[in-house]
């Protein structure tokens, strides 16, 4: 495929390196005479020293036959004024914009994305919050939130003796709207369910959802279940502690933030009501002690600085916090980081760029059907597909669709968002889904898609 990446710095070089040695053919636009140059040393891709926002370069770097335009720069404007007029120039080019500010994902007024013709956008700091979410939110979870962004969130519960769906078939009980029983399990057997399938206390089943949704759901699977409190502290209130708060907006989750700078304190402080936050500087020991970090159930160390972040996490680790997790922003630190994560006593280990790659590198990709998960030891497989501009099921409801046996529709995402879909949503050109299925009939769904 031919790409155009706008923006050679730590996100773009990254991509661009490979992007070229996957086979791709790779045009790079670069402000800077010094990365440009290094650009072109060290990566197998054409490299244009220029403005990636104005449409002369846009055009010169050959956007009206290009299929992916990558706009990858540090600045959320430049990126947003790329996009738009890569999809002005070019015929069939998809879009792909890189954003700090969660501003330009708030639709409340008005849909930035859809405004100015963006076919992705790609908040690295939010996919690093809906990694370090997952374990805080429910251990037992799938890593499904990786496919929605943190809009659709999978839970595993098990069938109680007490509940209203105990010995009932999928048939006789009412789900509420916008949760699905994606698969059941009982002992080591995973199975895809089907309307005639009976909920046996002792069962386990995955509920799927939006994460307040699934919550409700859940304690009607297992009334006695009751989630516990969680005590999280967030060290610097970066884009990816604001969007981690945004995660955990729920009553059991007691979040602390500390921030060196006051006037971030006091804005913070009237942004999230339901925040404590401290102005202080965590790589201090005594506000770690004076704030009792070692009975926290999650630390983040989330500053921009990376020394920062592993310092003060080697302290937390020592001082006996529970889980603790890490954000690392330079490329240079990652693989050293992870070799000694045990050392650090460090759980997880994020990084904005490496997020931003996976999700290029998803939204990219030309597999057919692309592998999430194996269900447990099962040939049961999470998949996640793409619907081409010319499939026969595009502009179907789901109802209308002769889906292959043991097939179950999970998530249903759009340009702009993504839902569990209910029989009478329709499936459009370009939309993605995830299904739950069995290996045995991946080949027949492939094919049904095409």
């Not at 890189?98 to 013709?117: A, E, K, L």
């Amino acid at each position: 495929m031919k790409i155009i990446v706008v923006g050679a710095g730590e996100v773009g070089f990254y991509l661009s390196d490979l992007l070229s040695r996957q086979g791709h053919e790779v045009t790079v636009i670069e402000s800077s005479e010094h990365r440009a140059a290094m650009l072109d040393e060290e990566v197998n891709a054409k490299v244009y020293l220029g403005s990636g926002s104005t449409a002369a370069m846009i055009k010169r770097a050959g956007v009206e036959d290009c299929d992916f335009f990558l706009a990858m720069t540090s600045d959320d404007k430049t990126n947003i004024i790329a996009c738009s007029l890569a999809k002005a120039l070019g015929l069939k080019v998809q879009t792909i914009a890189r954003i700090h500010d969660q501003t330009f994902s708030d639709n409340s007024i008005v849909n930035y994305q859809h405004h100015f013709g963006i076919d992705h956008v790609i908040i690295p700091e939010a996919l690093c919050a809906v990694e370090l979410a997952k374990a805080m939110r429910n251990p037992g979870r799938l890593a499904v939130e990786n496919i929605a962004r943190g809009q659709i969130e999978v839970q595993q519960v098990q069938v109680s003796e007490r509940s209203r769906y105990a010995d009932k078939t999928l048939r006789e009980i009412r789900i509420e709207d916008g949760v699905r029983i994606g698969f059941v399990r009982k002992d080591k057997e995973v199975m895809v369910p089907t309307a005639d399938t009976t909920l046996k206390p002792g069962m386990w089943v995955a509920l799927f959802g939006h994460p307040n949704a699934v919550t409700e759901e859940r304690a009607r699977v297992d009334p006695a279940h009751r989630l516990q409190k969680v005590r999280v502290v967030l060290f610097g209130a970066t884009e990816t502690a604001i969007a981690l708060v945004r995660l955990l907006n729920n009553p059991r989750f007691r979040v602390r933030i500390i921030e060196r700078d006051s006037k971030l304190c006091d804005q913070l402080a009237q942004q999230f009501d339901h925040v404590t936050i401290i102005n202080g500087d965590a790589t201090t020991l005594r506000i770690l002690e004076e704030e009792q970090v070692d009975g926290a159930d999650y630390f983040v160390a989330c500053t921009k600085d990376d020394e920062d972040n592993i310092m003060t996490s080697l302290q937390v680790s020592r001082l006996g916090t529970k889980h603790v997790q890490l954000v690392i922003n330079r490329a240079d630190y990652q693989e050293v980081i992870n070799t000694l994560k045990t050392t650090l006593g460090v759980e997880l280990i994020v990084s904005p760029r490496l997020a931003t790659a996976h999700e290029v590198m998803r939204l990219i990709s030309t597999d057919d059907l692309l592998e999430i998960a194996t269900l447990g030891n099962s040939d049961t497989r999470m998949v996640e597909a793409k619907i081409p501009a010319d499939s026969k099921q595009g502009n179907k409801t789901l109802r209308e669709i002769a889906w292959p046996p043991g097939t179950v529709v999970v998530a249903l995402m759009h340009k702009y968002q993504a839902k569990v879909p209910g029989p009478d949503d329709k499936i459009l050109p370009g939309d993605r889904i995830v299904t739950i299925v069995r290996q045995e009939n991946m080949r027949e769904l492939s094919e049904l898609l095409k």
